[in-house]
């Protein structure tokens, strides 16, 4: 039988404690669907109100958890109560709604600043100080959904990056249980709390794995913490690193008549066809992301996005997955940001929203880096219409990757590409030496193409077939060999593919039920698109 898993650690409070793991789960953001009473306020107008009145919701907890409370606790929720009640914090906030319109970006780019500010100080004092203010955060974001952070089981072993003193403060450590933290501070709050009430506690370990329900020991004397065997040590932290032009190259899958190889990936526009992607069969051209957030509280929701990141990248297994940024703005608004003037204007749509609103990108780069070290991502860029368009996004990508590493949370550097559905970047593709590859959307390039609107775009379509096919043609010499691909509707009827094949195109990415026709049909075609013999 093999042996438990004893993994080193830090012992912040003496005491020997057993029972079953409670992984914990950062609290989320608000959605949409969360707090429909309250949407409106996610916009300019009223949106301090309902800060404040989350706020006031906020005091009024903390009040009511320190009733009773020892001198020690009163003190930490004092504390708490005074950064709330703190007027540069409501300035703060108040200038970042004004200028950006939306209450939760700006209470969480408020408050996670300072946090950043707490864990780039010298002082582990200070540092141990930053989750007391991650505490503030979550307990408002947790008021403006109506959903405050819930309690866990009497008797577990509370497992996660760090904990919240409200939260240790709400809990009946009367059930025994104790507390196991991959960073964490001896010198922080929920430390000394746990000494004060004899709770075992160690904090350093690592990332591990675990379930929840799986039987853990933290050994406070020692400094360790002992899980069941099977259970391993997940490594800290992946490097950045630059993107490898080929991670998008697969070959062997399938092949045309005259034995060319043919890539043939799927897209996914809902997170519920994550669960039916079959990593024996084809990995991800396209997963649209903007189908996964519902509303601005969702773009704002870093953990949520990266959940289902990850779930897609793990169900992929080793096969590529190639996730497309929010492709949000004109035609697709998103929930909370459609009154706003900034948004008034057509043209701001996808990577130009996304620049203009960094906010919004920062959060799902965040996500997407810490997610790529679950498989093989790809990151693409929806709308990208100038060479400096990729540039400043690899650019915020990469100071969120240094934010990352300096708070020792795993992530890597995916490669970037970009959507090629705008003709003049199509006409000018050469000029993209930056894009780790290429993949064409062809139902924009098709619609601007033919200056067509949305509602005429399916009559317009097979007229503008021959102009597009002749554009992608011409865009594929000018790639310099880098990987491309096309992911657009036009990929996933058989009645282009000679086209596209006759274009230089070698890697399809189609809708899943469209996957075997296309299948069929290229087994059936020479790679200059013309049929094979007996066809």
Known sequence: MAEPLRLKAKSASPGIASGPAFLAV??????????????????????????????????????????????????????????LRDPTIAEATGARIEADGNVVFAWVATLDAYIGELEAADEEQMRARAVDILDIKNRVLGALAGTPIADFPPGSVFVGKDMEPSRFLAHDWSKGGGIALFAGSTAGHVALLARAKSVPMVVGTGRFSAADGDPVSVDGDAGAVILQAGSMLIPPLVPAQEPAGDTQNESGELRTADGVPILLSININDPAEIEALDPATAGVGLMRSEFSVASI???????????????????????????????????????????????????????????????????????????????????????????????????????????????????????????????????????????????????????????????????????????????????????????????????????????????????????????????????????????????
């Open 297 to 535: 509280a969702d773009a704002a929701n870093e953990e949520r996005q990266l959940a289902i990141y990850r779930r897609v990248l793990e169900q992929a297994g080793d096969r590529p997955v190639t996730i497309r940024m929010l492709d949000i703005g004109s035609d697709k608004p998103l929930a909370g940001l459609e009154d706003l003037p900034a948004l008034s204007t057509s043209g701001l749509r996808g990577i130009r929203l996304l620049l203009a609103r960094p906010e919004i990108a920062r959060v799902q780069a965040r996500a997407l880096l810490r997610a790529a070290v679950f498989g093989r991502l790809s990151v693409m860029l929806p709308m990208v219409t100038f060479p400096d368009e990729i540039d400043r996004m690899r650019e915020l990508f990469r100071e969120e990757a240094e934010k990352l590493g300096r708070r020792a949370l795993s992530h890597r550097m995916p490669p970037i590409g970009m959507m090629v559905e705008v003709p003049s970047a199509a006409l000018m593709l050469d000029t993209f030496g930056t894009a780790a590859f290429f993949s064409f959307g062809t139902n924009d390039l098709t619609q601007y193409l033919a200056a067509s609107t949305r509602d005429d775009i399916d009559a317009d379509a097979g007229k503008a077939v021959p102009a597009v096919l002749r554009l992608i043609a011409q865009a594929v010499k000018l790639t310099a060999g880098k990987p491309v691909s096309i992911c657009g509707d036009m990929a996933g009827n058989p009645h282009y593919l000679p086209g596209l094949l006759a274009a230089g195109l070698r890697h399809f990415s189609v809708a899943p039920a469209r996957r075997p026709a296309i299948r069929s049909a290229i087994i059936g075609l020479n790679a200059d698109g013309t049929r094979a013999a007996g066809e």
């Open 26 to 83: 950062e609290p989320t953001a608000p959605s949409a669907a969360e707090r429909p009473d309250t949407a409106p306020a996610s916009r300019a107008v009223g949106g301090y109100g309902a800060l404040e009145k989350a706020i006031d919701i906020s005091i009024g907890e903390l009040e009511h958890l320190a009733d009773g409370a020892d001198a020690e606790s009163r003190d930490i929720i004092d504390f708490q109560i005074e950064v």
